[in-house]
């Protein structure tokens, strides 16, 4: 597929790629709790999506197009947290820009006010089991074996929003780039690179700004930096996710929104000005919930894999702390 502007012409034409599928995804195939067989009952985690889902789905047949921008934005602003908890969040406070739960904020120096109300998400809980050995291995195992972890369930916790604290002054955190691409595009770069997606300008594939063929991108040469690495990003998402079976099982429409949103969440992420095209152009998959949940977790499986990328270590962000932000 290809990819058009973001800022002015989100609705421009688009070629379409026929060459073979692209082999390199997977990595992304999910291994995901969310989509294990369980029943609501037995996954709290699966309550959390739905109501989430069905929450935007319902904004959405009413026009409320908002709602899913916050949904992406969340998924750029807190990639390092579950996709659930990412729904989650995005449901009960759409303006919330760097959670954590009362514990990190006190240390921080900071403190929830009176009457603000928590929002709550998921946390795993894991415990161990001794692996099943056979009795003369029981008999010969060494005493310094340990019982293998394991996920037994999942409990409730509450982070607070930055704006539901108050106290002293955050650190300035270094995770992004307003407005400028700086080292980000090498590094995307760098990403296709180790992917075997090979990369080339050529100026015949306008007015298209980018066309993903399965294990070559081409981009059209004289994009703004900012624009150029969103192209690129799009582009990549398509290598990532549609040049595989999941090609045959989606529409072009789906395709173009999941690359589209990635674009939109990865630029967001950086700091990019994104304006509201990426936004305009997703669809309202026809009350589909369960094409919907679908796409929402390969969107932000797929932003979260393109931004590990662009980092070059792990940064101390509140957002990122690993007890509230794994369930």
Avoid at 90 to 99: D, E, G, H, L, N
Avoid at 228 to 245: D, I, P, Q, R, S
């Amino acid at each position: 597929m290809t990819y058009a502007a973001t800022s002015t012409n989100s609705n421009a034409s688009r070629n379409q790629s026929t060459t073979a599928p692209h082999r390199k995804n997977a990595a992304l195939r999910s291994n995901s709790p969310y989509q294990q067989r369980t029943t609501e009952r037995e996954n709290p985690a699966q309550q959390l999506i739905k109501q989430a889902v069905d929450f935007l789905l319902k904004q959405l047949e009413e026009g409320k197009s908002e709602a899913l921008t916050a949904y992406l934005g969340a998924m750029a602003r807190f990639h390092n947290y579950s996709f659930g908890n990412i729904l989650a969040i995005a449901r009960q406070r759409p303006t919330a820009t760097r959670v954590a739960g009362i514990r990190t904020w006190n240390e921080l120096g900071r403190f929830v006010k009176k009457g603000e109300k928590g929002i709550q998400i998921f946390a795993p809980i894991v415990g161990h089991r001794r692996r099943k050995d056979t009795a003369e291995q029981e008999q010969n195992a060494s005493q310094e074996a340990k019982p293998a972890p394991m996920l037994i369930g999942f409990r409730a916790v509450y982070v607070f929003d930055h704006s539901q604290t108050e106290g002293a002054d955050l650190p300035e955190f270094e995770h992004s780039v307003t407005g400028e691409v700086g080292e980000q595009r090498e590094r995307l770069i760098a990403f296709l690179d180790e992917q075997n997606i090979k990369l080339e300008y050529n100026e015949k594939i306008a007015p298209a700004l980018g066309v993903s063929y399965g294990g070559r991108i081409a981009l059209l040469p004289g994009q703004s930096k900012a624009e150029e690495f969103t192209t690129l990003v799009h582009e990549c998402a398509h290598e990532l996710l549609h040049k595989t079976e999941r090609r045959t099982m989606t529409t072009a429409t789906v395709r173009e929104t999941e690359a589209e949103a990635v674009a939109f969440i990865v630029g967001q992420a950086i700091g990019l000005e994104m304006g509201t095209a990426s936004s305009d152009y997703i669809q309202m998959y026809a009350g589909n919930a369960a094409l919907l949940t679908e796409s929402l977790e390969v969107i932000q499986r797929t932003s979260a894999v393109i931004l590990g990328a662009l980092s070059v270590e792990a940064t101390e962000e509140i957002n990122s702390q690993p007890a509230e932000a794994a369930a």
